[in-house]
């Protein structure tokens, strides 16, 4: 639909006019995402601001602005809420720029960048001790929901497989593998979705990044978010820098005091197996954002992501039965026919 035409455009634009009052303004599309919220950058005179439109009946935006006002209370470079409108879904916010990390990050600004969202990241940790109470849990049921997506919507109905007892035990007993190495870690705040599209590269010292898209916070595991960074779905890096930069930070909660009981064995092991968790959702999600939503953009990105599977799983004997399965499915070479 011509943005001029939609009714809900045309009902935040009255809206902005109240909140800005009265004055002359120009609004374009920001940014849209995976849900069904929507951005626009509104120009007023020398600044900028985003509105964010977000239908009630298909978004909840109340954890947005809760965890909006935790992110600032800690000092990091998340969006201020400047205005809301919790009936008709509208929100005025403040502007992080349009340049994520994954439009700027090359071989010679990865170290800087990857720095700054790293103590960002520890930042998030460590003062995000204080919600925790307040974040929903990533508890073994959602953990398993989510890893439920690979069987449900790129296996069976991208793939159109259709699996027998035996496959879906071996699926079972990986999963539930998978959710007791996640809930074996100490409990943090978990933005959920810490990735390149995510982050705001800005200019300002000391402000860089910006980080969106943190309503779907819990209170998880603590290697959650630095392997949606480093092992991301839309970026890859080579294993050895990977690897270099997860040793940087298992220094850094050290020298800080926290988690020194952490060994760095024990937690490359937890990296690897939540990146294995997080990358079979993140493909599941893939695929129904495909077959269910219409946005078929997101399937380029599948054989990166479940590429860190077969790559990380050979060295964990509990996950050789599922990479049989995979390969029995011919996962592996359906993932270098699409890559090829």
Request: aromatic residues 12%; charged residues 20%; contains cysteine.
């Amino acid at each position: 639909m011509n943005i001029q035409q939609d009714a809900r455009f045309s009902r935040l634009k009255v809206w902005l006019q109240d909140q800005l009052n009265d004055a002359e303004f120009q609004i374009e599309p920001a940014s849209a995402d995976a849900s069904f919220r929507r951005y626009f950058r509104v120009t007023q005179s020398n600044q900028t601001l985003i509105a964010m439109d977000a239908p009630p009946d298909k978004e909840d935006s109340h954890p947005f602005v809760r965890i909006a006002g935790y992110l600032n209370a800690i000092h990091i470079n998340a969006p201020r809420v400047l205005a809301e409108n919790f009936s008709e879904g509208f929100f005025l916010l403040s502007d992080l720029g349009h340049r994520h990390y994954l439009s700027v990050l090359n071989q010679d600004n990865a170290a800087q960048l990857y720095a700054d969202a790293m103590q960002t990241l520890f930042q998030i940790q460590q003062g995000g001790a204080t919600y925790l109470s307040s974040l929903p849990p990533y508890d073994e049921a959602l953990l398993l929901r989510e890893m439920h997506l690979f069987r449900d919507w790129y296996l069976q109905t991208h793939l159109g497989l259709s699996l027998s007892a035996a496959q879906l035990a071996v699926l079972a007993d990986a999963f539930a593998f998978l959710a007791g190495q996640a809930l074996s870690q100490p409990r943090v705040f978990v933005h959920r979705d810490y990735h390149s599209r995510n982050l705001m590269y800005v200019a300002q010292a000391g402000n860089n990044p910006g980080v969106l898209d943190f309503q779907d916070a819990v209170a998880g595991p603590l290697t959650y978010d630095l392997v949606s960074l480093l092992r991301d779905c839309y970026i890859a890096w080579p294993r050895t820098q990977v690897m270099a930069w997860v040793a940087d930070y298992h220094r850094h909660l050290h020298d800080a005091g926290m988690f020194r009981e952490i060994t760095l064995e024990q937690f490359v092991r937890w990296f690897d197996l939540m990146g294995v968790q997080r990358q079979l959702k993140a493909s599941g999600i893939f695929a129904r954002l495909n077959h269910r939503d219409g946005k078929p953009g997101y399937l380029n990105d599948i054989p990166r992501t479940l590429g860190y599977i077969l790559q990380v799983a050979p060295d964990y004997p509990a996950l050789h039965g599922f990479l049989t399965l995979l390969d029995e499915l011919a996962v592996p070479a359906r993932l270098q026919q699409v890559s090829a």
